[in-house]
């Protein structure tokens, strides 16, 4: 039985900060990489960050410099720091594990007011 549960979504405004937590259960979650993807109105799923089980990262333009993704696996754990948010960066979040196949959490919302 596999969970991904994410916390910490919320209102924030423009310019604000707020960090995203993703706890894994059911994996051995150091083997796994993990992401965050986002959804909003409009748009399709996108990448938002990404973290090997080595712990290389990877982010597209849009958030590189304003976004870190980081894992604990002592608490089987993924985040991720979002600092000066954006409008743009309102939408459902979702947290993914990827190994064998993906394991996709439920998602939580990020709310961006000016």
């Known amino acids: 039985q596999v969970q991904l549960v994410e916390s910490g979504g919320g209102l924030v405004q423009v310019g604000g900060s707020l960090t995203l937590s993703c706890a894994a259960s059911?994996?051995?979650?150091?083997?796994?990489?993990m992401s965050w993807y986002r959804q909003s109105p409009g748009k399709q799923r996108e990448l938002v960050a990404r973290?090997?089980?080595?712990?290389?990262?990877n982010y597209p333009d849009s958030v590189k410099g304003r976004f870190t993704i980081s894992r604990d696996n002592a608490k089987n754990t993924a985040y991720l720091q979002m600092n000066s948010l954006k409008p743009e960066d309102a939408g459902v979040y979702f947290c993914?594990?990827?190994?064998?196949?993906?394991?996709w959490g439920k998602g939580i919302l990020v709310t961006v007011s000016s």
């Open positions: 993914l594990a990827f190994k064998d196949r993906n394991y």
């Open positions: 059911g994996i051995i979650f150091s083997a796994y990489a």
């Open positions: 973290i090997d089980s080595g712990g290389s990262t």
